[in-house]
């Protein structure tokens, strides 16, 4: 496992409360439980963006959903999971983040550069706000989000890609701003061994 990293306090808790949203208030217990992270239960981190939360436990609630859920449901869990934590990033920290919210989404511009501009935000707050390495490439079919230092390097081997919280985030990023659908796919994986993760959002929906 690699040396310990901090991201803020709201992250996890912003986690934990996707959680519950789509396990409900048991199966986040269940879940805390399952990661080591009894702590948590009823205590949620508190809502400040100070460096004070482990990478680590953030695996750890993500490994121990699909732990808890098991089979092939764990996937599709862990992508609503993600979904709802970009949700709540939206209702609750999208002035901090530097994300422009409802203006993004009314400017008349293309709707590919308005995908490009809410994922240059996103990348500017995953560097800035939640102490992760990230960075964005395009070509002319898609773009790529690539993340050069993951949470998935604290999680158990995997088979296969397993940034499927991070996957849901960027799906339900480009709902919001679209009302589209996109087939986003991991095309590598730390977890797997690759230089970075990278998700490659295609500029065309579904």
């Known amino acids: 496992m690699p040396e310990e990293r901090m991201m803020p306090n ?104 308005k995908m490009k501009l809410l994922l240059e935000q996103m990348v500017g707050a995953a560097n800035k706000t939640v102490n992760q390495p990230t960075r964005l490439e395009e070509d002319a079919e898609s773009f790529t989000w690539v993340v050069d230092h993951c949470i998935c390097l604290y999680r158990p081997k995997h088979p296969a890609p397993c940034c499927a919280v991070t996957m849901g985030g960027l799906m339900e990023a480009m709902k919001w701003l679209t009302d589209k659908s996109f087939p986003i796919q991991e095309v590598s994986c730390m977890n797997l061994g690759a230089d970075a993760c990278r998700c490659r959002i295609p500029k065309n929906p579904e």
């Open 10 to 113: 709201d992250a996890l808790r912003l986690l934990m409360f996707a959680v519950e949203d789509v396990l409900g208030a048991d199966g986040l217990k269940a879940v805390l439980n399952k990661a080591q992270l009894q702590r948590y239960i009823g205590h949620m981190p508190p809502k400040n963006l100070e460096l004070g939360a482990r990478f680590s436990d953030y695996a750890a609630v993500e490994q121990a959903v699909e732990d808890v859920v098991g089979g092939r449901g764990a996937k599709a869990v862990l992508l609503r999971v993600g979904r709802a934590t970009f949700s709540y990033a939206m209702k609750e920290q999208s002035a901090v983040l530097g994300l422009a919210g409802q203006a993004l989404k009314m400017m008349p511009l293309p709707m590919t550069a």
